[in-house]
């Protein structure tokens, strides 16, 4: 029977599968963030070598959890825990690494429309050319190429 983290007692050792389900990051995800020294080296098992994580390294997984979920990069995971260590004195550090990371999601966003334009376009294209609406056919193709030039 699996041992919820949030009920458990705040020093109990969990199982990898045990942090794996409450994280909602995968066991090969727990054993690599360990591996490029994202979390601390997991002590073992003494009687079986099975990882047994703290609450305090449960708490970092799950700020993992969470900045993985946010789309941010390996090294700037890193950086935030990092920059965490320095509580209040990074506080600026850590402001500026959310607002670049909230940029480049409008970006990413940005160009997600415009793929968005796109595809109704051909879309648009296809039901005219299935009506028979050659002329609207073409005046749709020719908007499709002015979107597609923004894709690039």
């Known amino acids: 029977m699996s041992r919820d983290i949030t009920t458990a007692k705040p020093e109990a050792p969990f199982t990898i599968q ?37 609450a305090d390294t449960a708490r970092v997984v799950e700020t993992l959890s969470c900045l993985r979920a946010s789309g941010l990069s390996l090294d700037d995971m890193r950086r935030y825990l990092q920059q965490r260590e320095r509580g209040d004195e990074a506080a600026a550090e850590q402001k500026a690494l959310f607002v670049a990371h909230a940029e480049a999601v409008e970006e990413e966003i940005r160009k997600l429309h415009i793929r968005q334009r796109y595809l109704r376009g051909k879309i648009a294209y296809w039901d005219a050319r299935l009506a028979g609406d050659l002329e609207l056919a073409e005046q749709i193709a020719a908007q499709n190429q002015e979107i597609a030039k923004e894709l690039k």
């Open 18 to 54: 045990q942090m794996a389900a409450q994280s909602g990051l995968s066991e090969y995800t727990l054993r690599y963030y360990e591996k490029v020294g994202l979390i601390q080296p997991i002590p073992r098992d003494g009687s079986s070598g099975h990882r047994r994580y703290s």
